[in-house]
């Protein structure tokens, strides 16, 4: 039997609302990971590559900006943690009041996004993470990355539009990803981008965590 955890009113609504954004988060990237161990179609490493080519160009600018990287894996329809992270943060930013926190943090080997109140700290956070197989909206000391330093690449309050709003930048860059599509996909890096056995991250298919609140 799967252990009961109790949660506050708080943590129980931002569990739902990060499990909500990983269905989002999972519905714009249908090729998933390219660096998950069970991927059997090469659409998914094929696509993976090509949004980190995209990102990596200088001409999109989308380096360590969150909704420029959501834009491009909206269009390649793939990602691994480290666009996953952003979109999480991104996302989870707009749903969020000013009460509320988001950020994207990243330890040397993965990313993904914290959500919490502005007056807890790192131990009330809920980690939102798209990333694994059988991804779920965790308590943070639930979260396999739970005691590594990690850094900050983003943090700010939500901005209670209560929907997501595009990167501003999203018409432009979506032009700019349109006339590099053909010369991105017939690379032939790309094409022939897998991971060999000794670098693929081992996928980690998620303990499902039961949450429950009282009173």
């Known amino acids: 039997m799967p252990t009961d955890y109790i949660v506050t009113k708080r943590q129980a609504q931002l569990l739902r609302l990060g499990n909500a954004v ?17 991927e059997e179609y090469a ?16 001409v999109n600018s989308a380096m360590l900006r969150p909704r420029r990287i959501l834009e491009i894996a909206k269009r390649t329809g793939a990602g691994n943690c480290d666009q996953l992270g952003a979109m999480a943060y991104a996302i989870c930013r707009d749903y969020l009041s000013s009460d509320y926190y988001s950020a ?46 990690f850094d900050t690449h983003a943090a700010k309050p939500g901005t209670g539009r209560g929907r997501y ?47 429950v609140t009282v009173g």
């Not at 990983?22 to 069970?38: A, C, E, H, R, V």
């Not at 779920?136 to 396999?144: I, R, S």
């Not at 996909?185 to 996928?203: D, K, L, M, S």
Request: proline share 4%; charged share 15%; aromatic share 14%.
């Open 43 to 58: 659409a998914s490493h094929i696509r993976t590559a090509a949004t980190y080519n995209f990102m990596e160009n200088p």
């Open 165 to 211: 709003k595009e990167s501003t930048a999203a018409e432009g860059l979506n032009f700019k990803i349109s006339n590099q599509w053909d010369a991105v996909f017939n690379n032939a890096e790309i094409q022939n981008w897998r991971y060999e056995n000794n670098n693929v991250v081992t996928p980690w298919r998620g303990r499902q965590y039961r949450y």
């Open 104 to 149: 994207w943090v990243g330890t040397n080997a993965h990313t993904f996004a914290l959500i919490g109140h502005n007056s807890g700290d790192a131990e009330d956070a809920i980690a939102v993470d798209a990333w694994p197989q059988r991804p779920q909206a965790v308590l943070y000391k639930h979260h396999f990355c739970y005691g590594m330093q």
């Open 22 to 38: 990983i269905d989002i988060i999972k519905g714009l990237t249908p090729y998933g990971s390219g660096n998950q161990l069970d």
